[in-house]
């Protein structure tokens, strides 16, 4: 492994030129220039550079000298500034010689390239643009352009492509005064499709302004953002950032043509991948320096998406064009789970398996002792045969290992001859009760009393338990004696013990997924509250702000205020609650008071959906004895799948009714709903894990449910009306049948 | 203290925020009813006519929408503002197009400011 790393050390040194390590004389002694107009923390510039290092830096002949300018010219235009900055590199390079230059962008070729020509003439340079913004300009023979172009048009048409209906596209761009001829050429872009598309212009608003705006786009329109790097107010932004802040607000989906931007709002587009330019850069470069013919790929775009945006606007995957990556997947705990559940089952099939050998040598007493002893030695685990009086007679190589290693249960490693039940006695003081249990299976089956037996019991080993499950079997006729088969189990229980873990996971993970199923309810809930504490406050200062203040009105209005704060308090409790998942300590819950919480937490969410709730409360408080918090799970997953149910019916008759009742001490809470019902003719399967119906459902939500109801005592079935629809039941044992 | 005319109705089903919203608009120089719901309103009996609707958009039964289409069935054009406190105001504003929809919580001058826009009116200060 040393020797590795010295090797490995020793390459990555040979792969850079001493040039890259300061104090070491050059090289290669070439000496590249890059040259941004821009600032250096707009990734996009990072991109470029990053492109032009990787190709460089790996360069086969030599790692050149990179040098590195921004100019910052976008936002300091000045002609005091780009004059200082002239005078400033020219001092800083005046002694420097330079094999090639990269410029980029139009503002980067037309600073630099006076400047070269003075400090390095005839200096090749090579020149990084979108070939949309040099149209008509004329380029010196010695700059060689590596051109890509943002395919706005064609991302135009893809919006189109996914949005049928899309007659119109609002443009979003900073304050054109600032980036003139890109907010002119991304102009021209759009138009060019103005036959279909109906342009909006959104361009150079003032942030807050524009945040107004974008909520209210019509139906027909999507959003083209290009990059607000100033906005209206002057206020500067870094584009992505400045995307960040109003593209939770649109009501219309935003393309784009930025790859820095995806992440940020961006539902996709054709991304200009601007690593993949400053790579083909850094060739020609590479070619220019070594005398080579310059070559120049075309396209540098790619097709992009953000799945939760996608989402967001119900744009499905399958209206994608070929060759599209979508990114920002939900990750889904599914990916993991099966192989958990593989080694679960793998434990169960040794044990299995271990039972089945049992038989076979049960079977095979008869047969001759040498067949005993090799079929003894293939067995898994140890295995041990005792006579009537508990002595070890004969055992397996296994067995043997443990004994001689002094291993394993104390009475485990037991030798041939000796007595079984005495090793089992005297490792009562090492492993307690465990050792009483076993003693007594042993002895049970010896004296015929049992035909068999299983001991699961745990040791104490290196500081962690191990776990270890020993079958013993009788010898028949009874009094003939007894096998005796121990197999460590640790990693079986550990497998139990993740795949609980999972579970607990799931329903946590359930848990969040109908919070976010629930956000925009949640928004309301608390929009209440603050909105009576805004006007109550605003109204506060006005009654203040006259010559003699009504006191006692300024009072009411203090009070209210400190009302609403606490029921907005009450809203965010209960979502951390919910969100937490821990075990609230059990106390006797009111089924009503739940079933009320749940329903005022999806009312603006049935509301929003067109359909109506109808509770039944029984007119008793029911009680039961559990989890409130759980308890809220079950009833809100019940109630979304209602609402989700009826989904497709008619406007009008779309209804969840929610009842409680009491019946014979037993307390029933059921959600029926006016959907189409369950179309599975096994109701059961409803409660399996995986078991869905809705394209977007993991199908846990209704087996966590059946084990939360059945850790309470109670039961859950799923039933079809006489008239349509699915009806929930759970049923609960009152809390009043309880000893107290 | 002079009231500025309309005579406004806010009809909202959060008593809180219809006590709170009461108050402001009294504070401001409006005269103001109050209604809990939607039925409520087309249950009252004479008074004046209001000159402008301040309306939630989801109420316990009829929606503020509701309320909006049956009175212009009626032939009543009031000039409306609604107001929610659900998240997605796009929506809102696209189902009930050309009526301002403004979101709790709501700043008194963007309320006074939406009220002038729709009555014709100037906003108090």
Redesign the interface.
Known sequence: MRAFRIIAAFITLAACTPAALPGIEPGTGRAVLIVHAEDPYLPWVADVTAGIYEVLEADPAGRPDLYVEHLDLARFPEPGHTGARAAWLREKYRHQKMDAILAVTKGGLDFIEPLAGELWPGVPIVFLENERFIRNVLIPGRVTPVLARFEVAETLDLAMDLLPGARRVAFVTGAPDIEAQETAYVRTELLSRSDRLELIDLTGLPMAELQKRIVSLPQDAFVFYWGIRVDGAGRSFIPREALRQFAPLSSRPIFGVFPGQMGYGLVGGRLLELKELGKEGGRAVQRILAGEPVAIRGSFSRLVFDDRELRRFGISADRLPAGSEVRFHEETLWSRHPKLVAGAVAALLLQTALIATLLLERRRRGLAQALTGATLASLPGQVAVLDGGGRVVQVNENWETLAAAGGGSPAGGTPVGEDYLAAWRRSRASIGPSAEAGLRLVQDVLQGSAKHGTLEYSLPEGGRDRWYEMNVEELRPPGRGAVVVQVDVTQRRQAATEVRMRDREIAHLNRVGAIGELASSLAHELGQPLGAILANAQAARRLLSRPSPDLEEVRASVSDIIEDDQRAGHVIQRVRALLRGEETPRDTVDVNEVVRSVLRMVAGEASLRGASIRPVFASSSPTVFGDRVQLEQVFLNLVLNGLDAVAESTPGQREVRVSTSVTNGSVEVSVSDTGPGIQSPDLELVFEPFFTTKAQGLGLGLSICRSIVEAHGGEIRAENGAVGGAAFRCAFPSADRLPA | MNTVSPALAVVDD?A??R???E??L???GYSVDTFASAEDYLAREGGPRHGCLILDV?LGGK?GFDLRAELAESGIHIPVVF?????????I??AASGVPCL??????ELLFEAIAAVTGGTPPQ
């Open positions: 959060d809180a925020f006590r709170a919203l108050r402001l009294r504070g401001a989801y929606s107001i929610t406190a659900h998240e997605d105001v796009g929506v504003a696209r979101r709790k919580p709501f700043d008194e």
